[in-house]
C-alpha cells in the first residue's frame, strides 16, 4: 500500500533535540530543536515551537518556527505566523504572511531556467547571432 504524498513520515515532538544531518523522503514535522544539515527531496514541516539551525536542502518547505541557516527549496517556501527565518534562501516560489520576520537574501531563479539559459548561449544556439568586430 502506497502512503499519500503529504503524510508525515517522521516527527521531532516539542520537547525533542536532535544535532545531525536528517535525511528524508516524503513529509517530516519538526516543533523540537534541531541542528545541523538537513536534504530532502520531500516537505519540511516547521511547527511554532520549533528551533532550527541548519542548512537545509528540500523540495517544499513550510515554516512557522524559528529557522536559522540557509535554506535552497526546489519547489516552494511557504513561512507562516509566527515564522522567523534568518538566513538566505533559494527557491522559484515564495510566500511570506504579513507579521512574519525574514532576514536576508532570496534568490527566486529556477534552476529549470538557468538550464535555458545556457542551452540559449550554448556554440550549438548561436545560429542568427552576429559578431560585432
Known amino acids: 500500500m ?3 504524498k ?5 516527527f521531532l515532538g516539542k520537547d525533542t533535540e536532535f544535532e545531525g544531518k536528517l535525511s528524508f523522503t516524503g513529509a517530516v ?11 530532502s527531496s520531500g516537505t519540511l514541516i516547521v511547527g511554532e515551537s520549533a528551533i532550527i ?13 524559528e529557522v536559522q541557516g540557509d535554506i ?6 511557504e513561512i507562516n505566523v509566527p515564522g522567523k527565518l534568518i538566513g538566505n534562501i533559494q527557491t522559484p516560489k515564495l510566500v511570506i504572511k504579513e507579521g512574519v520576520i525574514f532576514e536576508g537574501s532570496c534568490k527566486m531563479q529556477d534552476l529549470g531556467e538557468e538550464i535555458e539559459k545556457d542551452l540559449a548561449v550554448s556554440p550549438t544556439k548561436t545560429e542568427g ?5
Open 6 to 10: 503529504d503524510e508525515i513520515n517522521a
Open 129 to 133: 547571432l552576429s559578431v560585432l568586430k
Open 53 to 65: 539551525k541548519s542548512q537545509i536542502h528540500v523540495a517544499d518547505m513550510i515554516i512557522s518556527g
Open 29 to 39: 514535522r519538526i516543533d523540537g530543536k534541531f541542528s545541523g544539515e538537513i536534504f
Open 2 to 4: 502506497k502512503k499519500p
Open 72 to 77: 535552497f527549496a526546489e519547489k516552494k517556501i
